[in-house]
């Protein structure tokens, strides 16, 4: 208790003397030489905090606004492909990947040897197992891929479906490096390319 009133007797009188030296200065004590609380650049730079405090629970609820719309603008679209047959839906993604500026090019319907597109853009070729499927796509698609991506001779593998993954098809695309593409990254393609 001692202690504590002896420091404050101390800084007590080391502020006295710092203030009456501030003083013979003509400055205040602390005082830089930041811009006056009153000048023009500070007074903008307040109202502009102002702004964005009042403002940003608006932005953040127009953005959430526009995702929901995004999201279920591209899961209708998805909607539109589970009415396709499987070749159907193959020529879809063709198209598809063109518009993303993919050289794209279906392999036979039958015998495809894991593959249904291949494609290839600045030198990369890659297996495309299609996937027109409701519910979730099993560990026998990441295989197909990996087959197709062998035999036609590609540096990488995708499966695209209109459905989701399992845990081990998942586990298993990402140790062989197969790229998954699911039923909301197929429906964010469709919004952004505007394809279909």
């Known amino acids: 208790m001692n202690t504590i009133i002896l420091i404050l007797i101390v800084g007590g009188i080391a502020w006295f003397f710092y203030d009456l030296w501030g003083q013979k200065r003509n400055r205040t004590p602390f005082a830089s030489d930041a811009p006056d ?7 903008h730079m307040r109202e502009a905090i102002k702004y964005a405090r009042t403002n940003l629970y608006e932005i953040q609820m127009q953005n959430d606004r526009e995702k ?3 999201e ?3 899961s209708t679209r998805v909607d539109d492909l589970d009415k396709l047959n499987g070749e159907a839906f193959e020529a879809y993604l063709e198209g598809l ?3 993303q500026g993919y050289d794209a090019k279906k392999t036979p319907v039958s015998g495809d040897f894991g593959a249904d597109l291949i494609l290839s853009r600045e030198g990369e070729r890659i297996a495309v197992q299609a996937k027109r499927y409701i ?3 099993g560990v026998s698609a990441v295989q197909e891929a990996l087959s197709g991506m062998a035999y036609y001779n590609c540096q990488s593998a995708m499966v695209v479906t209109t459905g989701y993954f399992t845990k081990n098809a998942i586990e298993l695309a990402k140790k062989s490096e197969v790229r998954m593409i699911d039923r909301v990254t197929l429906g964010n393609w469709m919004a952004q390319s505007n394809h279909g």
């Open 97 to 99: 990947f063109r518009v």
């Open 68 to 70: 929901t719309l995004r």
């Open 37 to 43: 609380y009153y000048s023009p650049e500070r007074k």
């Open 72 to 74: 279920k603008h591209a």
């Open 135 to 137: 519910g979730s796509v």
